[in-house]
């Protein structure tokens, strides 16, 4: 009988929390669906580019001041 009440109370837990922590974001919350990318091998000196999506999921303007590529 515990064992039902346990997750009787978890399910309600889980279900009373809002879908996402971005919809109750205050202010600016980047989301990158992809954060990273493998480009494989390349030849030395060969330029390789991708283009990464960013997401403001936040209430207010996201202000990108710095990216250093990793």
């Known amino acids: 009988m515990s064992k039902k009440l346990v997750a009787l109370v978890l399910f309600m837990l889980c279900t009373a929390l809002p879908l996402s922590a971005a919809e109750q974001a205050k202010g600016p919350a980047i989301h990158i669906p992809e ?20 997401e403001n999921r936040g209430s207010e303007e996201l202000r990108i001041t710095r990216v250093r590529p990793g």
């Open 35 to 54: 954060a990273q990318f493998d480009f494989g091998s390349a030849p030395e000196g060969q330029r390789v580019e991708h283009i990464f999506t960013v």
